[in-house]
């Protein structure tokens, strides 16, 4: 039998180009795993549950990946002489045999499950230990010769290989960010997925200078400058896909951390409902985007989805009759009809320098990505009063607490009840894997949790994930958004106006019918799309 094995450990790192697939959806999903049972039956084959199969590398190593991209198949095990192998297609056997041999044990899958298992089965860092190897016996050359840093020299293929490599499987585990961080004799790569920081890989002490320095270099950072903190952004594409990456590099005892935010240019812009607002809330927010002046603020902590809100609100309105601009840092999403603004501070264009320019524009709505100081608030505030629709977004802990933010930063509360028209908090979620979704019964504590929140338990229990290989065994997969809704009523006004406390506007909000963060996240729950012990983690509950 003749196995073609890769040549892993000499060949430099493969780049498998793919297209973005579309996501697919649990009925589709349903359909290909029902059309592969009735393959099975009539070719007489076997199906297989990739969920709970997991490839084995020494099978994996039989194809490379385009291939079994190209194929929609992957290796499972080997067995004796035998391969074991999963296709979409039962009658690519031909073809699989000359290409692993006459010893074939086909199984039957569906084809997206396929695809899943192998983003999965073949992790782009496989062969990042080889490029590290190099590193060390090069850069032990150098040290011999007296000669400088790795990275800034010409021959730093291993280094460019590994950071590409680290940015690839982050890219294929839908991370959002990167963390490389320096541990006496270590560097440790985290990846952050679906907002759960999880270890990927250790590469040892001597790497990491010259890995910083890389990315540095793809940043266009100062890589001589090794106290102060830096911040750069990279544009690349990966695997086809065209990727903006924002560097934030500072020094810690160690060394340097370099944390990569990912910012995946190919994937869709979400309308509001697909975010996660309930119907109702979805409708009445696209509502209030539709006026003709005032300020709509997004508000939520680092990393809860904000801007994404925020170019969703952008979808509802851009039409074009209006003048949407926009001042970013950085600008996320490209829209062709949108004339957007990216903040450069070394150029001196800044938040309130920009907004100053954008009012000499003749703009109808004006996105400001992020009040960060007084200056910026104010000139968004009087915008907002002059006849311009300002959306914009605020770090606060809830609505009613974006509120009070404005009023500490100095601007007067009259100013603040005639601009702000509504306030729409928001965190994110983890959503329980549709692939191992499992009914269970709550314990005691998490029946009291429902209970503060006016929920109950459905028939049949709570819905947890099990774990399974599309959801590397954590449960849970893909985010959604959990909103509060609050329209800037009369009422509220005169409460800002007369500086009443944050739970009597908190208060008064519930009254005229908002939703907190907490019920609407006990809904998400009693409908299975996420669970107790995630808004614990996610959403603070304590005094609600």
Known sequence: MRHRKRDSESAPAPVVRTTPRPAVSQEDLQIERTRARHLATQYGLDVVDLRSVSPDPEATALIDEQTARDLVMIPLEVVGDAVVVAVADPEIGTELRELIGPGLIIRLAGPSDILTAIGTGYRALTGIDSRVKVFEARDAVRRDLRQVDAATANDEAPVVQVVQLVITQALRDRASDVHIEPHDDKVKVRFRIDGALHDQLDLPGSIGPAVVSRIKILADLNIVERRRPQDGQISMAVEGREVDIRVSTTAVVGGEKVVLRLLDKSRPLFRLEQLGMPEAMADRYSALLRSPYGMVICAGPTGSGKTTTLYGSLGEINTPERNIMTIEDPVEYTFSSINQIQINESAGITF?????????????????????????????????????????????????????????????????????????????????????????????????????????????????????????????????????????????????????????????????????????????????????????????????
């Open 352 to 544: 309130a320098g920009g907004l100053r320019s954008i009012l000499r524009q003749d703009p109808d709505v004006i996105l400001v990505g992020e009040v960060r100081d007084v200056e910026t608030a104010r000139i968004a505030v009087q915008s907002a009063l002059t006849g311009h629709f300002v959306l914009s977004s605020l770090h606060a802990t809830d609505a009613a607490t974006a509120l009070h933010r404005l009023l500490d930063m100095g601007i007067e509360n009259f100013l603040i009840a005639s601009s702000v028209t509504a306030v729409v908090s928001q965190r994110l979620v983890r959503k329980v894997c549709p692939n191992c979704r499992e009914l269970y019964q709550p314990p005691a504590e998490e029946i009291a949790f429902l209970t503060t929140f006016s929920g109950d338990v459905p028939d049949g229990g709570l819905v947890r994930g099990a774990g399974c290989n599309f959801c590397a065994h954590t449960g849970f997969l893909e985010r959604t958004g959990v909103y509060e809704l609050m329209p800037v009523t009369d009422t509220i006004r005169e409460l800002v106006v007369d500086r009443d406390s944050h739970d009597d506007i908190r208060k008064a909000a519930r009254y005229e019918g908002m939703r907190t963060l907490q019920e609407e996240a006990v809904r998400l729950v009693q409908t299975g799309v996420t669970t107790i012990a995630e808004v614990m983690r996610s959403i603070y509950v304590a005094g609600s």
